[in-house]
Structure formats: structure tokens, C-alpha cells
């Protein structure tokens, strides 16, 4: 399969900040810090299954994964403030 960006590559579990680009890429300024760290875990994990690059399985996420991308989600969204 070929990439023609980095945007294309494939992401995974572990990939937690390039998971919470993604998210913040799609959402922008719609979640505030304190709404990110509100959002429920399904619905976050239903977000991640649909980022179109992402690779991992539902039965394979975590709580631990789940709360390091709402963490790395709230940096990238201090980053653009």
C-alpha cells in the first residue's frame, strides 16, 4: 500500500498523539479542555474506530489508552488556543 503523505500513515493504540490530532483536526475548538476530559469513553472510542487511517480494534483499546488521548487531545488543543 502506498502513502502519499504523512497523513496517510497508518495509526494504532499506541499512537496516542497522533490519535488526538486526528481529533482535534476534526472537532477544532468545539471541545474545550474541560469538555475533553467530560467526554465519555465510548464515545471517544467510537471516534477513534472512525478516523479513517487508524488501524486498531475495538477489543484492543484500554482504559489507559483512552485517557492518554484525552490528555494528549488536551495539549494539542492548548497548542492552537
Known amino acids: 500500500m502506498a502513502f502519499e503523505g504523512i497523513d ?3 495509526i494504532n493504540w499506541p499512537d496516542h498523539e497522533d ?3 486526528k481529533l482535534y483536526d476534526r472537532f477544532g475548538d468545539e471541545f474545550t ?3 475533553i476530559y467530560r467526554i465519555r ?3 471517544l472510542l467510537d471516534w477513534i474506530l472512525e478516523i479513517p487511517t487508524f ?3 475495538r477489543e484492543d483499546s484500554s482504559e489507559g489508552h483512552l485517557e492518554q488521548i484525552q490528555a494528549k487531545w488536551v495539549y494539542e ?3 492552537n488556543q
Open 8 to 10: 496517510d500513515l497508518p
Open 19 to 21: 490519535i488526538a490530532i
Open 33 to 35: 479542555e474541560s469538555k
Open 41 to 43: 469513553f465510548t464515545d
Open 55 to 57: 488501524e486498531g480494534k
Open 77 to 79: 488543543w492548548r497548542d
